[in-house]
């Protein structure tokens, strides 16, 4: 498909102005993320091509949508290649973009996806750029994160009448982040219901994929409502995927006895045993015969091998292959499994191996001192097919094995001997916080700008053991966060020295951080209280309270105050905090206003509850928004809305909001 966007492209930008633009769009590397997933075998997902819903999608020559759901491990990605590689781009009558959604900070973005649809748009069709042109001189590489711009710019340029028909396709909508995927079904559904049928303009169509849960059915349910026809429910053509499992194991049997040399006999007990198999899903699939491989090769009489047991499950499959590595080093796959499953994005090899040497030092010291090479080398052996290693990064195989592992609760149950919910959110997060905090507090300060890069960017070849700064630099006070409350005295202690902000380590990990936070923003001047608000870490912020020598309304060069960080961001526990100490709710700076401003800006009800239970000026002016209920309805917070029209807000503007 990347070869046809290239011999497509039409000519090149008219000028440098064009071009930059382009690239600021190239935010993901949407290729790799797309080509992870396998090839469609030939006679599967016949069940989405003849159904009536995507025929009807697909011959409908207006603007459409179509969401497409199915149980785990039933091939939506592999759909979703196979659309994007062979089956749409067969027909020169239209052009696909595409993102695919992960659970991790490098693809869980909706302006990600965005940007991504929006690039291969302009790839395709350089003239289109002057879509985005305005936007992009009036906020510069800012866009890339303003995802109602972002969505204005790819309808805007593909409803333009020298676009032609464009489709575009995102897969795992479940795994998009929560409030993002929220934004994306509102503007899908809102697109839908606004949809154009004028045939001199140009056409789009979007089809997503999902797992069928009930919560995007109840974000969707007013279209669906009207329009039942734009979801095709694959959780209700499990016998036709079935009867399309049993051609693709055929032929993965016939390669595997081929590749292994088996006899006749024992490839035909193979291909029975997976057949008789209830719950066939497509990666269970590939577990099992990846599996019997596995066995065979180790084999020293690889002929007189029989199969005995084969996973009846995914779930069943994961605890065997897990047992295997455990038999060799189960304290290392523990450790190894909970660093891959806590960290925010995929890490890479080198990042990993310093994150398990800090994970194992002794308190005394940090030996940091486990090789790159080695670790590469042991991870298979240790985890077998439970991760893999794509471009030096480690990811797990599959959602549901981040599912298999982890249990909401800090309670072991009782009866739990292997694998399954071996792991706990709260243990999880702990560790990866104290790993990255112990490693900003105790690694020898010798880096500089040179030694370190941005996260997102890592690269990974060497040894490097500065290569886990970044990482630690931008993700320890979100991994603090969550387990603020049941954090243990020594970690908040270790949390605590970071709040020394005239300290060396502070001038080293915050420019890192804040660059993550707010790429956009000049990095501010900053004391331990505001920090702590920035942070959301109200425990820390008592702590600092508690000590003399804090202005509580002390303001930065922008006049942002430690009440208007915590609101901005939501932190209830942090405003309390500050409301209870005494902070001015009435102060009038920063860039939102006031602290009520920034609250309703950011859709948060519990924040904004509290700070109107205090008094605060419903109808103070001033700021972006120029008052509270206009920062709310320019963001779309319905409930914020209602709340500030109770207290007696008007709906009267004092100023332009697009000036």
Not at 549 to 577: C, H, M, P, Q, W
Request: aromatic fraction near 8%.
């Amino acid at each position: 498909m990347d070869d046809i966007l290239g011999r497509r492209q039409k000519g090149r930008y008219q000028n440098i102005q064009a071009r930059d633009c382009h690239r600021t769009f190239k935010t993901s590397d949407y290729e790799s993320l797309k080509n992870i997933n396998p090839d469609r075998a030939e006679g599967t997902c016949e069940w989405v091509f003849k159904h009536p819903c995507y025929r009807n999608w697909y011959e409908n020559p207006n603007d459409d949508l179509l969401w497409i759901s199915a149980d785990p491990g039933c091939g939506k990605s592999v759909l979703s290649k196979s659309l994007i590689d062979r089956d749409l781009s067969e027909s020169q009558a239209h052009r696909v973009c595409y993102f695919f959604f992960k659970d991790n900070e490098n693809q869980d973005s909706l302006a990600l996806a965005l940007c991504a649809l929006i690039h291969q748009l302009f790839t395709d069709q350089p003239g289109l750029i002057q879509h985005a042109i305005p936007a992009w001189e009036k906020a510069g590489d800012k866009v890339q994160r303003e995802a109602d711009e972002l969505w204005r710019i790819l309808l805007g340029a593909s409803k333009d009448v020298k676009a032609g028909r464009t489709i575009c396709i995102l897969d795992a909508l479940d795994e998009c982040g929560d409030n993002d995927r929220k934004r994306l079904i509102a503007m899908l559904a809102d697109f839908f219901r606004n949809r154009s049928t004028d045939p001199s303009r140009g056409r789009v169509k979007f089809l997503v994929t999902s797992r069928p849960y009930e919560w995007i059915q109840d974000q969707f349910q007013e279209t669906l409502r009207s329009w039942p026809s734009i979801r095709l429910r694959g959780e209700e053509e499990n016998d036709q995927i079935r009867q399309e499992i049993d051609l693709v194991i055929q032929e993965k049997v016939e390669q595997l006895a081929s590749d292994l040399k088996l006899g006749a006999s024992t490839k035909e007990q193979l291909k029975c045993k997976l057949l008789a198999m209830k719950h066939r899903t497509y990666l269970w699939l590939y577990l099992a015969v990846e599996g019997v491989r596995e066995k065979f090769r180790e084999s020293l009489r690889p002929h007189e091998e029989s199969i005995t047991s084969l996973p009846t499950t995914v779930e069943d499959a994961y605890e065997k292959i897990l047992e295997k590595g455990a038999a060799k080093n189960k304290d290392m796959v523990y450790k190894v499994l909970r660093i891959v499953v806590g960290a925010r994005r995929p890490l890479t090899i080198s990042e990993m191996a310093v994150a398990l040497g800090v994970d194992t030092s002794p308190s005394s010291e940090l030996k940091l001192d486990i090789e790159k090479i080695h670790l590469e080398t042991h991870l298979p052996q240790w985890c077998g097919l439970f991760v893999y290693i794509n471009h030096s990064r480690i990811f797990l195989i599959h959602q549901t094995a981040k599912e298999f592992l982890l249990r909401e609760s800090a309670v072991v149950v009782a009866n739990s001997h292997g694998w399954k919910h071996c792991l706990s959110t709260t243990d999880v997060e702990q560790t990866m916080t104290h790993m990255c905090v112990r490693y900003l507090a105790q690694r020898n300060l010798n880096l500089g700008p040179s030694n370190i890069c941005s996260s997102a960017l890592a690269i990974d070849n060497s040894n490097n053991t500065d290569t886990f700064w970044a990482y630690s630099a931008e993700n320890w006070a979100g991994h603090a966060r969550i387990i603020q409350d049941e954090a243990p005295l020594f970690l908040m202690d270790m949390i605590t020295e970071l709040y020394d902000t005239a300290g060396q380590r502070f001038k080293h990990w915050f420019p890192i951080f804040w660059k993550a936070l707010k790429p956009y923003e000049a990095q501010p001047v900053m004391n331990g209280i505001r920090l702590a608000a920035l942070n959301g870490h109200g425990d820390i912020l008592q702590r600092l309270l508690d000590t003399d020598g804090f202005d509580l309304d002390a303001i930065d060069e922008k006049g942002n105050t430690a009440l208007i960080f915590g609101s901005e961001y939501g932190y209830a526990k942090v405003v309390r905090v500050l409301l209870v100490k005494g902070a001015d709710i009435h102060a009038q700076r920063g860039l939102y206003g006031n602290a009520l401003k920034a609250a309703s800006a950011g859709g948060h009800n519990q924040v904004v509850q509290m700070l109107l239970d205090k008094g605060a000026d419903v109808n103070a002016q001033g700021g972006v928004y120029g008052n509270p209920l206009q920062a709310a309805s320019a963001r779309g917070h319905n409930q914020v809305v209602r709340m500030l029209f109770e207290k007696g807000a008007s709906n009267l503007e004092s100023r332009d909001l697009n000036s």
